[in-house]
Nanobody
Framework: QVQLVESGGGLVQPGGSLRLSCAAS????????MGWYRQAPGKQRELVAV???????DYSSSVKGRFTIARASAKNAVYLQMNGLKPEDTAVYYC??????????WGQGTQITVSS
């Protein structure tokens, strides 16, 4: 089994910044991609950013240029630096780990609220 623990959520004003962290533990030796998804009320879960085991990152067009994903393989962790936050970024953010066999694991989610 794989366990993912997220931290760093909260309330921030528009234009502010937050950093999310996700620590993975358990049977993670065949990890492939790690990433962040989000789900706003009444909407489907969507990809925010993903980073491969080789460090190649990709972003949703809605966050490109504002968010940065990073991975610390030695620490089995993934981070999401979020700058220039907008009210439409408000959502529950989920850490994702995908194994080489395609199986996905999810964190419990952390709430991000962008509001003045």
């Amino acid at each position: 089994q794989v366990q993912l623990v997220e931290s760093g959520g909260g309330l921030v004003q528009p234009g502010g910044s937050l950093r999310l962290s996700c620590a993975a533990s358990g049977r993670i030796f065949t990890t492939n991609d790690m990433g962040w998804y989000r789900q706003a009320p009444g909407k489907q879960r969507e990809l925010v950013a993903v980073i491969t085991r080789d460090g190649i990152a990709d972003y949703s067009s809605s966050v490109k240029g504002r968010f940065t994903i990073a991975r610390a393989s030695a620490k089995n962790a993934v981070y999401l630096q979020m700058n220039g936050l907008k009210p439409e970024d408000t959502a529950v953010y989920y850490c994702n780990l995908r194994k080489l066999n395609g199986v996905d694991y999810w964190g419990q989610g952390t709430q991000i609220t962008v509001s003045s």
